[in-house]
């Protein structure tokens, strides 16, 4: 009874108080990396925040529609965040470590337009299943009309539902989600990569061609940890399933950028120091 009777707590609340301190604690880390690496050091620590920061920002633009969205009863690609998002953002970081060689800008902007693909196929696969395959038009459940196309969905939702299908404004967050989110993937891979590079060799006594492999993998590692870090605390901020960019919970994204920044810092600065002299 005491769970039925229980009050919603507020998802989207902001706590201005535990972002301050988030803020701070970023402030720090970022201070003790200067300290420690004032050069190169602080420069990859940067490039990873902003790298997490824009994975954390992106999957709030990815419409998820978890197991509802399986059963035609919300719109949205059924799956969870964490695992959309990761999938997003590894497809592009692929594509940008593909092109790691033609420089940062090359790279990162190679790295979103691979990670907006895979969301573009992958919303584009998922519309037909669901149009041709189960019979369901697109409609959401959030809006009264589509903010792009300007399309009624109320006469197209189902009775008992949230919605169903991927409407073209979750179409197009799809793809701003996947590409924010291969490009900040790679960013955090090509800071890394770059900082490898230059502090193994001395490190480990080595020649250039021979860290190269090394390099590459370890930057690669972090990378994709990253990745599932910042999907993982996104999917807690959103809670469920999100429709795109005009869904209510895409409000939440200050604290989730918060929260991204402090969490890519801290897993940055950890990825700095293993390079980095004592």
Request: hydrophobic fraction near 55%; aromatic fraction near 6%.
């Amino acid at each position: 009874m005491s769970a039925v009777a229980a009050k919603p707590a507020a998802g989207g609340a902001m706590n201005p108080t535990a972002m301050a301190v988030g803020i701070v604690m970023l402030i720090i880390i970022l201070g003790i990396c200067y300290v420690v690496s004032p050069g190169i050091g602080l420069m990859a620590l940067i490039g990873v925040v902003v790298g997490g920061v824009l994975i954390g920002f992106g999957t709030h633009f990815v419409p998820v529609g978890g197991a509802p969205a399986a059963m035609g009863q919300a719109p949205g690609i059924a799956t969870g965040v964490a695992m959309l998002a990761a999938g997003a953002g590894l497809a592009g970081l692929f594509g940008g470590a593909w092109a790691a060689e033609q420089g940062l800008v090359v790279a990162v902007v190679t790295g979103g337009v691979g990670g907006g693909l895979m969301m573009a196929i992958t919303c584009m696969m998922v519309n037909f299943v669901y149009v041709f395959g189960m019979g369901i038009p697109s409609a959401s459940g959030k809006v009264a009309k589509d903010p792009i196309t300007g399309d009624t969905q109320a006469e197209f939702k189902s009775q008992g539902t949230e919605g169903h299908g991927l409407p073209f404004i979750s179409f197009v967050g799809g793809v701003i989600g996947g590409t924010l989110g291969g490009a900040g993937g790679t960013l955090i891979y090509i800071q890394l990569l770059s900082l490898y590079e230059e502090m193994l060799p001395g490190m480990m006594q080595i020649t250039e061609a021979q860290v190269m492999p090394i390099a590459v993998s370890a930057a690669g590692m972090f990378a994709v940890g990253l990745f599932l870090v910042n999907a993982v605390l996104t999917a807690y901020n959103i809670t469920g399933t999100i429709e795109g960019p005009h869904d209510p919970k895409f409000k939440r994204w200050p604290r989730a950028i918060v929260a991204s920044a402090v969490a890519s810092a801290l897993c940055g600065l950890v990825a700095v120091l293993i390079v980095v002299p004592m």
